[in-house]
């Protein structure tokens, strides 16, 4: 294994095995497989990097820490030669929030300053300039993101947002540096690292931003940021000769299918809603689930009963009713009750042969994977940016799509289940 990733969420791991996969179209990708947790054993031989999935987002950064440590113990032992920590693109977490403790705590573990702290995916229209992250014209702040259910994004300046976070303090390298090249960004990380500064914002606009930093980087043990930050990494050692350059396979499974959705952000609502004027589609109610009128029961049955015609089953709500609803239960109890929710639903389906299972949100499709148990997932086509096809490994296997809440166009979802089948 050359790189190994450890990734704060399920559906942001399949979004950077999706980078690492496709490689730049001149050199190809790495032959990539996400885990789903910590492995307990050796990964196989010919894997080239390795995603672990954890679910630690929205933890404690104590927690956080732990489980991350343990991920790059276990990364380490399979041979890695650079590590990548992988966070939202808009950076969700909270000013109490883990990803300033756990890049410093990989950071002291692997002996390294000057590290590489940048969220921007300019493919999914998320920028960093001026220390400032975009979520295409708007800044972060004023782009919904800051009414997100649990991570609520309500200060656009990256800088400011992971100082509070962080023991060191925190360097930022304008985008003048980064156009300058891969001499000029190693020199400036190389002084951040000399100031003893940690982690390092960088100001990145377009793709060949991320590639430049990315042949700064080549030797540097640890990065940081969102999937973006892994466009240029595969070519490090495709042109060294240490990785052949044959990422993503052409996968595919036949078979029932569901969709579920748990996310509320706005492009996942802009899917429900196109989807519901065409496909059978069930709305669940927060409050029928708070008083056990909704259980997972009706929602298999509603799914299976319309097997073959793309059946939806979603939660996701309006930054209104997300309110009314969290006043009244409390954003905890609504979370659990939902993942509980959406997880016996998942393992219901597949016990009764669903093979083709597209989830929307990150905390949803944690919820939803966990429960099936499925050991580590091969990654085939991109499906939108940032969601490709997963296929786990076995005799029962299932093609999975882990959609994150803000990815994919207004029709993914029948979309997804097409690309599911291999089509
Ligand atoms: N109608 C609703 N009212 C209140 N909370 C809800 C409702 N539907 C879902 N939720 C909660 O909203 C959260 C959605 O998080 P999730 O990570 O699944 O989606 P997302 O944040 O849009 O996706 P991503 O993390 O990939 O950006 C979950 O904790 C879920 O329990
Ligand atoms: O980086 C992103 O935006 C996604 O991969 C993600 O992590 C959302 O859950």
Same mark, same amino acid.
């Given at each position: 294994?050359?790189?190994?990733?450890?990734?704060?969420?399920?559906?942001?791991?399949?979004?950077?095995?999706?980078?690492?996969?496709?490689? %730049?179209?001149?050199?190809?990708?790495?032959?990539?497989?996400?885990?789903?947790?910590?492995?307990?054993?050796?990964?196989?031989?010919?894997?080239?990097?390795?995603?672990?999935?954890?679910?630690?987002?929205?933890?404690?950064?104590?927690?956080?820490?732990?489980?991350? +440590?343990?991920?790059?113990?276990?990364?380490?032992?399979?041979?890695?030669?650079?590590?990548?920590?992988?966070?939202?693109?808009?950076?969700?977490?909270?000013?109490? @929030?883990?990803?300033?403790?756990?890049?410093?705590?990989?950071?002291?573990?692997?002996?390294?300053?000057?590290?590489?702290?940048?969220?921007?995916? #300019?493919?999914?229209?998320?920028?960093?300039?001026? @220390?400032?992250?975009?979520?295409?014209?708007?800044?972060?702040?004023?782009?919904?993101?800051?009414?997100?259910?649990?991570?609520?994004?309500?200060?656009?300046?990256?800088?400011?947002?992971?100082?509070?976070?962080?023991?060191?303090?925190?360097?930022?390298?304008?985008?003048?540096?980064?156009?300058?090249?891969?001499?000029?960004?190693?020199?400036?990380?190389?002084?951040?690292?000399?100031?003893?500064?940690?982690?390092?914002?960088?100001?990145?606009?377009?793709?060949?931003?991320?590639?430049?930093?990315?042949?700064?980087?080549?030797?540097?043990?640890?990065?940081? @940021?969102?999937?973006?930050?892994?466009?240029?990494?595969?070519?490090?050692?495709?042109?060294?000769?240490?990785?052949?350059?044959?990422?993503?396979?052409?996968?595919?499974?036949?078979? #029932?299918?569901?969709?579920l959705?748990?996310?509320?952000?706005?492009?996942?609502?802009?899917?429900?809603?196109?989807?519901?004027?065409?496909? &059978?589609?069930?709305?669940?109610? !927060?409050?029928?689930?708070?008083?056990?009128?909704?259980?997972a029961?009706?929602v298999v049955?509603?799914?299976?009963?319309?097997?073959?015609?793309?059946? %939806?089953a979603?939660?996701?709500?309006? &930054?209104?009713? !997300?309110?009314?609803?969290?006043?009244?239960?409390?954003?905890?109890?609504?979370?659990?009750?939902?993942?509980?929710l959406f997880a016996k639903t998942a393992r219901r389906l597949?016990?009764?042969?669903?093979?083709?299972?597209?989830?929307?949100?990150?905390?949803?499709?944690?919820?939803?994977?966990?429960? +099936?148990?499925? @050991?580590?997932?091969?990654?085939?086509?991109?499906?939108? &940016?940032?969601?490709?096809?997963?296929?786990?490994?076995?005799?029962?296997?299932?093609? %999975?799509?882990?959609?994150?809440?803000?990815?994919?166009? #207004?029709?993914?979802?029948?979309?997804?289940?097409?690309? %599911?089948?291999?089509?």
């Amino acid at each position: 294994m050359l790189i190994g990733v450890i990734a704060d969420d399920f559906t942001g791991a399949s979004d950077i095995a999706n980078t690492l996969a496709k490689g %730049l179209p001149e050199q190809g990708g790495l032959r990539t497989v996400q885990y789903l947790g910590l492995p307990a054993q050796n990964a196989a031989a010919d894997v080239e990097a390795g995603v672990i999935a954890l679910k630690s987002r929205s933890i404690a950064a104590k927690a956080a820490v732990d489980q991350s +440590l343990r991920g790059l113990e276990w990364l380490l032992k399979q041979g890695c030669e650079q590590i990548v920590f992988k966070y939202c693109s808009t950076f969700d977490s909270t000013p109490a @929030g883990n990803i300033g403790p756990v890049g410093e705590a990989l950071a002291d573990a692997l002996g390294v300053k000057g590290v590489v702290a940048c969220p921007a995916f #300019p493919g999914a229209g998320r920028t960093v300039y001026q @220390g400032h992250l975009f979520v295409r014209d708007k800044l972060l702040n004023e782009s919904g993101l800051e009414n997100h259910p649990l991570n609520a994004m309500t200060d656009a300046d990256i800088r400011r947002w992971l100082s509070c976070q962080t023991k060191s303090s925190v360097g930022h390298v304008g985008i003048e540096t980064v156009r300058a090249g891969a001499h000029a960004i190693a020199a400036a990380l190389e002084h951040a690292a000399g100031e003893q500064q940690t982690l390092v914002v960088l100001d990145a606009i377009n793709d060949d931003d991320l590639i430049s930093i990315g042949r700064a980087v080549a030797d540097h043990p640890l990065i940081t @940021g969102g999937s973006g930050i892994a466009i240029g990494l595969p070519a490090n050692f495709i042109v060294r000769g240490l990785a052949k350059g044959n990422g993503s396979a052409r996968l595919g499974l036949e078979g #029932p299918e569901a969709i579920l959705a748990g996310s509320c952000s706005g492009a996942t609502r802009e899917q429900v809603e196109f989807h519901r004027k065409r496909y &059978p589609t069930l709305a669940i109610e !927060v409050d029928a689930v708070m008083d056990g009128r909704t259980t997972a029961e009706h929602v298999v049955a509603f799914l299976r009963e319309n097997d073959g015609h793309a059946p %939806l089953a979603f939660s996701s709500g309006t &930054p209104e009713e !997300v309110r009314r609803i969290q006043d009244r239960y409390g954003r905890e109890e609504i979370a659990h009750a939902l993942d509980q929710l959406f997880a016996k639903t998942a393992r219901r389906l597949v016990a009764a042969g669903v093979r083709r299972l597209v989830v929307a949100g990150g905390e949803t499709s944690g919820a939803v994977v966990s429960a +099936l148990d499925l @050991g580590a997932l091969t990654i085939g086509p991109e499906i939108d &940016p940032g969601v490709p096809v997963l296929v786990s490994e076995g005799e029962r296997s299932v093609a %999975l799509a882990l959609k994150s809440g803000n990815f994919g166009s #207004p029709d993914f979802f029948s979309k997804a289940l097409e690309r %599911l089948a291999g089509r």
